[in-house]
């Protein structure tokens, strides 16, 4: 074996050590003060306003800057059920049958400006996302539906009231874009947080320049004794993935928080070997098919199984998971959710049945069942992007012309993209995405229910028996029967009626200088970003 | 010739205005806006009502005339406005990023000359020899080669060269610190991107050096100084170069002014915070008021660098008179 190589295989070995979970002594290691944490990013926000935007781009460089009411352990990140306090002193449990939560507050927290921040300040900010005011706009407002009120009946309570029980509530909450804004600011002016950097996180000293870099200084202040221990960040936006792989590996920034495939992963740990560490986990992030109910032949139920039954998904994961940031076949809950699937009862399912020989002779009998010739064209419209869209959608294509199909790849930019599937509607099957910040699966799988209330499901259809689920499990505390709502939801969506389907679920890749400590990696790439815990053992 | 500079500069406005007309109505031909984008982060949860407020913020709603009536109103009194993706003042955002442009431009030009203006020379006046055939295989290879796929070697070979000789990867910084801050970062940053364009840059000026210098060598009136007995070096580079150099004169300028916008791919590679790389996110972010700012800039560059060139030609060949 070839020195290189055998540098290759070491690193391997230790990465793969540390997701084994064998790297607790390292964790039990003494934090150490200093340093600046440089992170490449690879896009810039359109504001700073966590409540109005909806893209990572801003999670990575402002989130340190802010506190939030309740958030993923960062200790724990890979638990997608571990919410923890930030600004409260303990996770409240439901009252008034599960339909109130009594939140109390820190005490002697502070705004950057010096301005004690309090329980009007929570409500202020949980009023702007729930309840927006005309003319302000408020992205995920929908994740709070089932909030009645919220109130704030002393400076260090906030007490949620519920329409009624929901287990989606505390998720929703624990949101990485829930900063807490100060009111007296937003009494001023509810836009003031778009152009403006003003919270209570380990951060402060917000610097920007445009198009290249925003800065920070730890806060002297903040309220976690002994954090953070960085002394400042620096969030370097780089758009070209070739160069941010470059600038980890020329030091010139030490980690990008969304993923890389396997190929610049394996690059990385070849040049670098034990200076370079790699995090990995399952995302919740998933890839979807969504055949166009309005136009034929897609608006029959055999085509559309027909389409699902094609798909090797078990074999596809195993090959594409090399090239490609998709790896978890999974249903429409995320994989590692209680409320997810097993592999067991995935294989119930049209699409991911064992035997991919049967599961395609089912599919060319339903095709010719509704009369669709041998060699029939349509087209899939997909994103430009090539990590996974693209790449994803070339293997579709080969897994339908197994069963004599001859499918067309139209790519387009993300607003051509968006425009056809929200606008013009004359797709025939199209790529489409579902990716959420906390694990939610009661919300997430709101992309399958009727497009009138979905506002995000682009096949066009609309499903009552879907709906009556989702309002069903959205409306009980019960696990167990989450779960069985779930499975039937599932059964129907991805099998029966055939409405949509899952390709794989992302599967995120973090290669990192080593020097970094503190940080761990999480399902999604909006989650555990304030970097509190975040230092440099250098 | 006041007559000539007068005119000159009335004809720009027609033409500044054409190119307003195009962006304006050709960036609205393409499908989806900078709302849908902005509310596209995750794939779900999309309100229709977030898109209409969105829309109506940024004046989208607006009939297309109104939009452009209000559009070029505010260019002719010098507002820009502000940028639909960042809110922010277009003027303060593209000043930013046009010292990092000209700062490239300006280095790559002075790449350019240094390499092209000898190389010219060597190549016509050794023609057919080995001298010449280097020239025009190292000017061909310009050509050829993208800059910024050069750019990307660039960046291979020094990590690469810097872990095999020293141990530890180097690459160039990735943010730009202004020359009249930290000159060395500066440098370390720049000088690689001016390299990889002043190369391409210099192969085509190269060429036509020495196509110019060929024609200008078979001129009568150097027959004439070589009958004088006039060494060659005089007459190359006091009778032969200043006549030869007006074509060249004028790519350089084209090529100037197309660096000002046009380093689109390059800037991106070496993480430029310049004009190309805004122009790219602008347009991918469908953000109207930048994309439509830049190319007036970019089209403003071009007419003025036309017209500089051309009363260079004065300068460099007295017979020229314009009127």
New interface residues.
Partial sequence: MSSGLKTFAASVAVTAALALGLGGAMAAETPKKGGVLKF?VPD?P??FDGHR????ALIHPIAPFYSLLAKVNPENSSDPTDIICDLCTEMPKATDGGKTFTFKLRQGVTFEDGSPLDAKDVKATFDKIIFPAE?V???????FVMVDSVEAPDASTVVFKLKYPSSAFIPALAMPFNFIYDDAKLAQDMHWY??NVLGSGPFQKFER?????IKGTASPNYYEKGKPYLDGI?A?????E??RV??I?????AIEFRGFPPQSRDDLVK??GKDITVQESDWNCVLLITPNHRKKPFDDVRVRRALTLAVDRWGGSEYLSKIAIVKTVGGIAFPKHPLAATKAELEQLAGYWPDLAKSREEAKKLLKEAGIPDGFKFTLNNRAVDQPYKIVGTWLIDQWKQIGLAVDQQVQ????????L???QDFDVSI??????IVNPLL?V??FISAERS??QYGGYEDAEVDKLFDAMNQTDDTAEQRKLMRRMEQIVLDEKALGFITMWWYRIIPHRSYVKGWNVSPSHYLNQDLANVWLDQ | MHQYIVKRILLMIPTLFGAAVLVFFLMRMIPGDVCELRLAGTGSTFDPQALTLCQEELGLDEPMFVQFASWVGGFFVGDLGTSMWTNQPIVSEIALRFQVSLQIALMATVVSIVISIPMGIISAVKRNTWADYAVRAFSIAGIAMPSFWLGILIILGLLVTSQAWYGVPWMPPITYVPIWEDWKVNLSMLIWPALATGYRYSAVATRMTRSAMLEVLREDYVRTARAKGLIEKVIVNRHALKNALLPVVTVIGIEFAFLMGGLVVTEQVFNLNGLGKLFVESVSNHDYTMTQSLVMLVALIFVVTNFIVDLFYAWLDPRIRYS
């Fill in positions: 490449v810039e359109p504001s935007e909806t893209t990572f003319g706009s408020s992205a995920r407002k929908a994740y778009e152009k320049q445009a198009g290249a870099f620096e370097i936006f780089a758009k070209k070739s160069l470059q600038a590996r020329g030091d010139r920034a040049a670098l930019p993300t607003g051509p993209f968006y425009d056809t929200r606008k013009k489409d995405f579902n990716c959420q910040s997430d709101s992309k506002g995000s």
